[in-house]
């Protein structure tokens, strides 16, 4: 805006002192203009002027044309590069869409790999029947991901206004990681008062939960040597808090400050854990952060809006 009111202002004044020049033989006394250095500067204005005019109209065409192909030229390439954005777009879309159901399936695939095996060596029939049953349940959970996420695009007006029982919500989560806790040889700590109840979405405060602690045991498991991975809920003043605590060997320093970033995962995972858990809490109308995350003492805070 600046530079455009630059130029208009020296257009402006150009066509004073060219107005001025041209009018020296009417502004001037007579005796001025008819000898000396005044009548040749008159003379060159009046020999100069029209053809430097024409030259001038001639050139401001030209640049008139230029500019309007350098425009079309540029509107073009923004069309093309629009196109090429927007198909960038959408395979960026289906890579985001493709790594949150490999990320959604991967905790009860894994249960699944762990309960076959089990269940391929049990000789006792009450036992396997129990380990098929389980095999039944996290088959049912895949397929209710797959459904949760099919329907991700629509709206659910009273999802947040839902009751979810927060106590009974983490006791289904004790079962669905007690085989992953096994597995790698932690202990699962759950402190919650029974009727402690939160508002929000129950597969989603389910499922965002579930990936905080699943990355909690996928470290203790990396580190080979047990651990503990404590879920403590209380109440207070109409917020419940949620801690999610593990004593494993902590975030990188290099991981810190990008956690719930899409993609960012110091291990082979997809990197989508934290960052689906802080979207659907936050959809719920509350909040994830990570408030410690030092060797031996991780801990992540949900805070839900109380029931």
């Given at each position: 805006?600046?530079?455009?009111?630059?130029?208009?202002?020296?257009?402006?004044?150009?066509?004073?002192?060219?107005?001025?020049?041209?009018?020296?033989?009417?502004?001037?006394?007579?005796?001025?203009?008819?000898?000396?250095?005044?009548?040749?500067?008159?003379?060159?204005?009046?020999?100069?002027?029209?053809?430097?005019?024409?030259?001038?109209?001639?050139?401001?065409?030209?640049?008139?044309?230029?500019?309007?192909?350098?425009?079309?030229?540029?509107?073009?390439?923004?069309?093309?590069?629009?196109?090429?954005?927007?198909?960038?777009?959408?395979?960026?879309?289906?890579?985001?869409?493709?790594?949150?159901?490999?990320?959604?399936?991967?905790?009860?695939?894994?249960?699944?790999?762990?309960?076959?095996?089990?269940?391929?060596?049990?000789?006792?029939?009450?036992?396997?029947?129990?380990?098929?049953?389980?095999?039944?349940?996290?088959?049912?959970?895949?397929?209710e991901r797959l459904a949760e996420l099919s329907r991700a695009g629509q709206q659910r007006a009273d999802s947040v206004?839902?009751?979810?029982?927060?106590?009974?919500?983490?006791?289904?989560?004790?079962?669905?990681?007690?085989?992953?806790?096994?597995?790698?040889?932690?202990?699962?700590?759950?402190?919650?008062?029974?009727?402690?109840?939160?508002?929000?979405?129950?597969?989603?405060?389910?499922?965002?939960?579930?990936?905080?602690?699943?990355?909690?045991?996928?470290?203790?498991?990396?580190?080979?040597?047990?651990?503990?991975?404590?879920l403590r809920a209380e109440r207070h003043d109409g917020v419940v808090e949620l801690v999610v605590q593990d004593d494993?060997?902590?975030?990188?320093?290099?991981?810190?400050?990008?956690?719930?970033?899409?993609?960012?995962?110091?291990?082979?995972?997809?990197?989508?854990?934290?960052?689906?858990?802080?979207?659907?809490?936050?959809?719920?109308?509350?909040?994830?952060?990570?408030?410690?995350?030092?060797?031996?003492?991780?801990?992540?805070?949900?805070?839900?809006?109380?029931?």
């Amino acid at each position: 805006m600046f530079r455009r009111l630059k130029s208009v202002l020296v257009i402006v004044a150009g066509f004073f002192v060219g107005l001025i020049l041209a009018s020296l033989d009417h502004i001037l006394p007579p005796t001025t203009v008819a000898t000396g250095p005044t009548m040749w500067v008159i003379v060159f204005v009046d020999w100069v002027a029209p053809p430097l005019a024409g030259v001038l109209f001639a050139g401001a065409l030209i640049y008139a044309q230029r500019a309007r192909r350098l425009h079309q030229a540029e509107r073009a390439a923004a069309e093309v590069l629009a196109e090429r954005l927007a198909g960038t777009e959408r395979r960026q879309a289906i890579w985001v869409v493709a790594a949150a159901v490999a990320h959604d399936l991967k905790n009860p695939l894994h249960n699944l790999q762990l309960l076959v095996e089990e269940a391929k060596d049990e000789q006792d029939p009450a036992l396997r029947k129990e380990l098929l049953d389980r095999i039944r349940e996290n088959v049912d959970r895949a397929t209710e991901r797959l459904a949760e996420l099919s329907r991700a695009g629509q709206q659910r007006a009273d999802s947040v206004e839902a009751r979810v029982d927060l106590s009974g919500t983490l006791e289904e989560l004790r079962q669905r990681l007690s085989p992953t806790a096994q597995a790698s040889k932690a202990v699962l700590q759950i402190d919650c008062p029974r009727g402690l109840a939160v508002r929000g979405d129950a597969h989603a405060l389910r499922s965002a939960v579930e990936n905080v602690a699943a990355n909690a045991l996928e470290a203790l498991q990396a580190r080979g040597s047990g651990g503990t991975l404590a879920l403590r809920a209380e109440r207070h003043d109409g917020v419940v808090e949620l801690v999610v605590q593990d004593d494993g060997p902590g975030i990188p320093e290099q991981l810190r400050t990008r956690l719930f970033t899409p993609f960012s995962s110091g291990h082979e995972g997809t990197g989508l854990g934290l960052a689906i858990a802080r979207a659907l809490t936050r959809a719920g109308g509350g909040d994830l952060v990570c408030t410690d995350s030092g060797p031996g003492r991780t801990t992540f805070r949900f805070t839900f809006q109380a029931a």
